[in-house]
């Protein structure tokens, strides 16, 4: 089936250190990928998306590429700031006629230290 | 615009406790759906509606009902509360897919519900 794989949490990271959040997926066919955050106490807010092979999804500094070879969509960010900590979820839509789809892996919640 | 309101914030039941879960969004959307978030295991859809008078089960229903007898409201009510529906709430709205450009849903702050 589909799934959504991330890299287990917390993380804690200085401030401008360089940031990488792992998520691979399992799925069929095509799907759109989607890094969503949530700052505490808020709900989701999509961060980036990417919807085929090889696209880059970027936002706030935030960048993440759709590599179909490795079925992965890595997050990244080059200077991290104390406002990013919050919690990233990866997702995906398997296909553009089904939100009733979307897919959410577990969360990675990171923590940015002054 | 206010975007997708949920209320209440928090709240405690006791089991077998009903309660209903408050949702509205004033972007005109279609679809609504209800997630809930356990700790660990990111967001499983609950409930969801593609229009007024229109709602199907999404992942985890057992426990839940909805209803939608409006574009703008699609509250989720708990009949029978039990621990194992201790969560937090969030509900979502979204433009029909073939009609978003930005393919995204909108969410709400969340509910915290705590069934003791």
């Known amino acids: 089936g589909n799934s959504v794989t991330q890299m287990e949490g917390p993380v804690t990271l200085s401030e401008e250190a360089f940031l990488t959040i792992n998520c691979t997926y399992t799925?069929?066919?095509?799907?759109?990928l989607f890094w969503y955050v949530q700052y505490p106490g808020e709900g989701l807010q999509l961060l980036l998306k990417a919807t085929k092979a090889d696209d880059k999804g970027s936002n706030k500094g935030f960048e993440a590429t759709y590599r179909k070879e490795t079925t992965s969509f890595h997050l990244e960010k080059g200077s991290v700031q104390v406002s990013d900590s919050a919690v990233y979820f990866c997702a995906l839509i398997r296909t553009k006629t089904s939100y009733d789809k979307v897919i959410f892996g577990p969360g990675t919640s990171l923590s940015v230290i002054p | 615009n206010a975007g997708v309101t949920q209320t209440p914030k928090f709240r405690i039941l006791k089991i077998g406790q009903s309660m209903t879960l408050q949702c509205t969004q004033d972007m005109n959307h279609n679809y609504m759906y209800w997630y809930r978030q356990d700790p660990g295991m990111g967001l499983k859809l609950i409930y969801y509606?593609?229009?007024?008078?229109?709602?199907d089960k999404g992942e985890v229903p057992n426990g839940y009902n909805v209803s939608r007898s409006t574009t703008e409201d699609f509250p989720l009510r708990l009949e029978l509360a039990a621990p194992s529906q201790t969560s937090v709430y969030f509900c979502a709205s979204s433009r029909p897919p073939e009609e978003s450009r930005e393919d995204t849903q909108y969410f709400g702050p969340g509910t915290r519900l705590t069934v003791l």
């Open positions: 509606s593609v229009g007024a008078g229109i709602t």
């Open positions: 799925a069929t066919g095509y799907p759109s």
